[in-house]
């Protein structure tokens, strides 16, 4: 399939868009048993490692690592429709905010400490989901959220496979 303007010109540099997948490949994700998370989180849970080399990434580019836990309970959206607030209540979703780990850790220059604080939330909240985020002062918007721990008794997960219809 061609994407070309009527012009002399536009026609030379006409785009070829690539080709359809076959439609009996497309797949429909399932709205029950799909419970996701931000950047990632359709990947197996990250491991030790996976975790430490996101965390240099954000401290090399300046970004200010943030850790935040919800209880499983409380961890997903659970309406998209929240008439208390009337108006102003656009784009409000229940459970939208986790608790924050102590402070956005402003100024980090050293992943270790970052690390640590992982470690030391998810001791302290062994049952709960934590997730990192990073946030970009330059942009003054967050550029970054993952999860970095998983209660041993969340089994949403799922494979690719599992997750369509």
């Not at 302290?124 to 946030?135: G, L, Q, T, V």
């Amino acid at each position: 399939m061609a994407i070309c303007m009527k012009s002399a010109a536009a026609q030379a540099a006409c785009v070829r868009a690539a080709p359809v997948a076959k439609a009996n490949r497309m797949m429909v994700w399932r709205p029950d048993n799909n419970k996701m998370f931000e950047t990632f989180s359709y990947l197996p849970p990250l491991s030790d490692d996976q975790i430490a080399r996101q965390v240099d990434y954000i401290v090399n580019n300046g970004w200010t690592p943030c850790l935040e836990f919800s209880e499983p309970e409380l961890a997903y959206v659970q309406s998209t429709s929240c008439n208390r607030m009337g108006a102003v209540s656009s784009n409000y979703f229940d459970n939208r905010y986790w608790t924050m780990w102590k402070l956005p850790m402003f100024g980090c220059t050293d992943p270790v400490q970052v690390l640590r604080e992982i470690d030391n939330a998810t001791k302290a909240f062994p049952n709960a989901y934590i997730r990192m985020c990073a946030f970009d002062a330059n942009r003054q918007v967050q550029v970054a959220s993952m999860l970095v721990h998983r209660p041993a008794s969340a089994k949403e997960w799922r494979p690719v496979n599992q997750r369509q219809v």
